[in-house]
């Protein structure tokens, strides 16, 4: 069916399609969108779903854990300094494996404080254990939504997914999509049956004992072969998804890279406008595409190298920065990726949007310019640089 | 209440082999908590002494299904759980009646555990949240609480050359729990079980959140031989020190009320972390403590005559 | 018990065997040991009440025997023991 939804509410949608046990609430711009629209399903007695309005973002986690250790499907959603509230607790969802899904509407954290869209608080936890999956536009965002528990529920992975959307960006537009009906979500999510619940009085299980140096090593060991196995299984449920619905999702999607020498990398709702400038500058001659990465955790770093490997010139955008001194995160995943696997590629880092700064395509372009000169002249002025600052 | 051979019949929650202090007052306080319930039980633990000690993998001494999840959010993470359950319940998936029990230290329920608290019991949830009050983080090393007496040395309240140990008073975290207008509110302490036993009963009836404040003697932070923890706690309460009381639905009854109390010296001179106040220079300060008891006592009896008559003239 | 490898453990730090820490011997911890004596005791049960440890074991409303694997020695049973009674003895350990 075709409607006419923002990204918060197609992500709303999902969730009373996926009609989970248990949610636990607690506002934040801009994600209260969703929670909001939620609650009214709640209210019209759309869902099932015992409906928590809690009293942070850190007992929201803290439920939704309680919850999926109880045996039910659990969510939560949340924003910026409201993940980074959570963060301690985010950690343990993903410790416990608790196949826990949360969407997230980026935006930038504080200080300042800023409610417009960057991607700090997802990188800020980006190696928390939690899977994450960027979405385009409002349609990825819900189809998204629609794959995760799959995900996150295989037995291989057991690890809880985080999905994001860019906020206001995409969490406030209202674009036309594509829903399915809710039986056949119901059919492609299946039934979840736990191994361990917590509620189960002929089997009690302890969750979360004092795990000193004898045994915590081999849980994490545990947990770092789950997030491997993701990235299997986030192929094979996108391979389920096409089949069921039509739409093709992977670890990433590549456009226009068959014969490209120059490449951009994105995340997130960059990549229409980018497709778009990436369209306009092939008319121009150059050989260029681009990469929008899906799936962030587990970073594709074999099959992205294997995707790059033509490539002379890449610039990858971050919409957030690492201060750690050398460029944003993804910039860094990138690099890392193609260390020993090819030499010859120059990288070069553009950090941009940060606190909703706009991101134009003469911005894109220009980036594009950038590229094909560094790629003319083999020279690279600086490998980390920043678009639409005021210099 | 059930006698002690009938509780004696009944299976131990609470498995020995746990690494918690010989004596110790949380040990004592579970057991007897959890031998209370008559239905199978979910527990939550806030990180301190009890979860560390009675879980330590590949080892648990929990018979019930457990949860901890960290030391601030034990009841919001039980909230999650026992939400779970109803939406279990509703759809026909389960048939036992689960009753549901948080455990905290003041630690984890008067400080950084208080905002999850004050939320779960706002909300309404079915389910007991047990405070063993030791009075300090026991656990990391004896930090004071809010929860710490006054003039107790700890070792971020330590007495001094300038200092008398911790200058203020602890927060009555049963009152700040009794503003929340819950059903069923009480003190207790494992000295008088048969009555901390009654009150987890009538607790775990209740049909909404529940709150008992136990006192738990700790022979570490306390300083005092662990044979002495009964009587610890039993002196606590004959002081009026521990006032042992509880709220029903608003009205205040006192469950021990003597004709004499004992002086609130008689408490601290056995308790090394007291030590220091019994010099002249701190003589002041065990008057002053007296003062403190006897008028949260006299404020106790009126409360409980006040919303008793209230109770009446409804 | 010998230490597993990664894969030989469930998932997530989960304990799958409810009250297994009794396989966890305290007893060692005592300094001094609980001797009970039948022929003083009234099975009031007032020092099983108080047990931290689950150590005082009573079949059918009788004290049956101390558990020494377990008892840690606070001697709170000996304490609590009633004044007229007082049928338990702390006793050095050897």
């Not at chain 1, 979500?185 to 140096?213: A, W």
């Not at chain 1, 971050?318 to 910039?331: E, T």
């Not at chain 2, 009050?133 to 004071?144: E, K, L, S």
Request: hydrophobic share 35%; net charge neutral.
């Amino acid at each position: 069916m075709r409607q006419a939804m923002t990204g918060n509410e197609a992500v709303a949608y999902a969730m009373k399609q996926i009609n989970p046990e248990v949610v636990a609430a607690y506002p934040i711009t801009p994600q209260t969108g969703i929670m909001q629209k939620f609650a009214d399903y709640v209210a019209n007695g759309q869902v099932d779903t015992e409906f928590l309005t809690m009293d942070s973002e850190h007992s929201a986690m803290s439920a939704t854990i309680g919850a999926s250790a109880a045996g039910v499907r659990a969510m939560t959603a949340t924003s910026s300094n409201g993940l980074a509230y959570m963060w301690e607790i985010v950690y343990i969802a993903a410790s416990y494996r608790l196949p826990i899904v949360m969407p997230v509407v980026n935006r930038a954290l504080s200080g300042p404080i800023n409610i417009h869209c960057d991607h700090s608080d997802t990188m800020g936890c980006r190696d928390s254990g939690w899977i994450q999956i960027f979405s385009e536009n409002s349609q990825e965002a819900y189809d998204n939504a629609v794959q995760a528990l799959r995900i996150a529920e295989h037995p291989d992975v057991m690890l809880p997914v985080m999905i994001t959307l860019d906020g206001f960006i995409i969490s406030h537009a209202l674009e036309t999509l594509s829903t399915y009906e809710d039986d056949k979500v119901k059919k492609f999510i299946g039934n979840y049956i736990p191994k361990h619940p917590l509620i189960n009085p002929s089997q009690p299980v302890t969750y979360g004992p004092l795990d000193f140096f004898d045994y915590y090593f081999e849980h994490k060991r545990q947990q770092a072969e789950g997030m491997v196995n993701a990235k299997k299984v986030i192929q094979e449920v996108g391979r389920a998804f096409e089949k069921e619905f039509n739409r093709s999702y992977g670890l990433f999607e590549e456009y226009r890279m068959a014969d490209a020498e120059l490449a951009l990398i994105v995340l997130g709702s960059t990549a229409g406008t980018a497709k778009a400038v990436v369209d306009m500058v092939r008319e121009k001659g150059y050989k260029i595409g681009l990469i929008k990465i899906r799936c962030f955790r587990p970073f594709p770093e074999e099959e992205l190298a294997e995707a790059l490997k033509r490539i002379k010139v890449l610039a990858v955008m971050d919409r957030s920065l690492g201060f750690n001194g050398v460029g944003g995160p993804l910039f860094n995943d990138v690099r890392a990726a193609l260390f020993g696997r090819n030499a010859e590629i120059k990288v070069v880092n553009y950090v941009y949007g940060l606190g909703g700064r706009e991101i134009t395509p003469n911005d894109i372009w220009n980036i594009c310019n950038n590229i094909r000169d560094i790629n003319l002249t083999g020279k690279v002025q600086s490998s980390v640089n920043y678009v639409g600052v005021r210099e | 209440m059930a006698s002690l051979k009938e509780l004696s019949a009944r299976e131990e929650i609470v498995a020995p082999g746990h690494r918690l202090c010989p004596g110790c007052g949380a040990a004592i306080v579970s057991r007897m908590v959890t031998k209370a319930a008559k239905n199978p039980l979910v527990v939550a633990c806030a990180t301190g002494c009890l979860e560390v000690s009675t879980t330590i993998y590949p080892y648990t001494s929990w018979k019930s299904s457990f949860l901890h999840v960290a030391f601030e959010n034990s009841a919001a993470s039980l909230s999650g759980t026992e939400a779970a359950y109803r939406a279990l319940k509703k759809k026909g998936k389960i048939k036992e009646d689960i009753r549901f029990i948080s455990f905290g230290g003041d630690g984890g329920t008067y400080d950084i555990g208080f905002q999850s608290l004050s939320g779960a019991l706002e909300r309404g949830h079915r389910m007991l949240v047990i405070c063993y009050d030791n009075g300090a983080y026991m656990n990391t090393g004896i930090q004071r609480s809010s929860a710490t007496p006054r003039g107790a040395d700890t070792t971020t309240s330590p007495a001094g050359k300038e200092a008398y140990g911790k200058k203020e008073y602890p927060k009555d975290l049963t009152a700040c729990v009794v503003a929340h207008d819950i059903p069923y509110a009480a003190q207790a302490s494992p000295s008088h079980w048969n009555d901390l036993m009654k009150k987890v009963e009538k607790a775990l009836e209740v049909d909404g959140p529940s709150f008992i404040n136990v006192l738990s003697p700790c022979p570490l932070g306390w300083r005092y031989p662990g044979e002495e923890s009964i009587e610890l706690a039993r002196l606590a309460v004959e002081t009026g020190f521990w006032q042992l009381y509880e709220v029903e639905n608003g009205v205040y009854k006192m469950n021990y009320n003597p004709k004499e109390r004992k002086p609130i010296r008689e408490w601290l001179e056995k308790q090394g972390r007291f030590r220091h106040l019994f010099t002249p220079a701190n003589e002041h300060i065990l008057q002053e403590l007296q003062e403190y008891v006897d008028k949260k006592w006299d404020r106790l009896l009126k409360l409980c005559s006040i919303t008793e008559e209230a109770n009446k003239t409804k | 018990m010998s230490n597993k490898k990664w894969k030989e453990i469930p998932i997530g730090g989960l304990i799958l065997e409810p009250g297994n820490s009794v396989k966890y011997k305290t007893g060692g911890w005592r300094v001094f040991r609980p001797v009970h004596d039948p022929t003083k005791c009234s099975n009031c049960l007032i020092c099983w009440i108080y047990c931290p440890d689950s150590s005082i074991i009573v079949k059918n409303g009788k004290i049956e025997k101390f558990d020494y694997d377990h008892c840690k020695g606070c001697g709170i049973c000996a304490r609590e023991c009633p004044p007229k009674i007082k049928a338990i003895k702390m006793v050095k350990e050897e």
